[in-house]
Antibody, heavy 117, light 112 residues
């Protein structure tokens, strides 16, 4: 069974940093593109970043470019999102997503990030 | 960026009746391989989004056949032939042709 389990969220002050992790199991992690998508509770979905299977192709939303870094460890079946210079508008539930825009799309349960003083 | 616009934003439906959601994109999501990179998701209350339709008209694994997707160009539609109580939630369309991937605002389906 496929599992994507996000962790690392929490309360952080503006300007602070946080690293999200997404532990994958139940499928061959190294063969899928992986994404981060965020959602302010009660609001819509916003794509954040993606990485290809081996981490050599990476794209970001303009709103996080230069502040967030997506990377993966295929040996550990884990996806990461390093977030720096956090702002109040980064407050959201962050989903780890396998194969977004593909037939095998699967979402984790999300990790809540709150940026507040 | 490709803008994705859904309508309606709220959809009250009587069980057993059909329902339809429209999704319009500012540019065609048609890839040079002939596929439309337009997907439909359902986010049930308290849950993560789940894939319903990919590439415009293909049902994802395990999705009941009462769900169907169609469309071309910049206009796409999700149809539910007979709504059931378990279909409540927010439906999103998403274009995956180019980054940034973009989602519609969401359509909240509720049971009358």
């Amino acid at each position: 069974e496929v599992h994507l389990v996000e962790s690392g969220g929490g309360l952080v002050q503006p300007g602070g940093s946080l690293r999200l992790s997404c532990a994958a199991s139940g499928f061959t992690f190294s063969t899928y593109w992986m994404h981060w998508v965020r959602q302010v509770p009660g609001k819509g979905l916003v794509w954040v970043a993606r990485t290809n299977e081996d981490g050599t192709t990476i794209n970001y939303a303009d709103s996080v470019k230069g502040r967030f870094t997506i990377y993966r460890d295929n040996a550990e079946n884990t996806l990461y999102l390093q977030m720096m210079s956090l702002r109040a508008e980064d407050t959201a539930l962050y989903y780890c997503v396998r194969d977004l825009a593909g037939k095998d799309s699967y979402w984790g349960q999300g990790s809540l990030v709150t940026v507040s003083s | 960026d490709i803008v994705v616009t859904q309508s309606p934003l709220s959809l009250p439906v009587t069980p057993g009746e059909p329902a339809s959601i429209s999704c319009r994109t500012s540019q065609s999501p048609l890839h040079r391989n002939g596929n439309n990179f337009l997907d439909w998701y359902l986010q049930k209350p308290g849950q993560s989004p789940q894939l319903l339709i990919y590439l415009g008209s293909n049902r994802a694994s395990g999705v009941p056949d009462r769900f169907s997707g169609s469309g071309s160009g910049t206009d796409f539609t999700l149809k539910i032939s007979r709504v059931e109580a378990e279909d409540v939630g927010v439906y999103y369309c998403m274009q995956g042709l180019q980054t940034p991937y973009t989602f519609g605002q969401g359509t909240k389906l509720e049971i009358k």
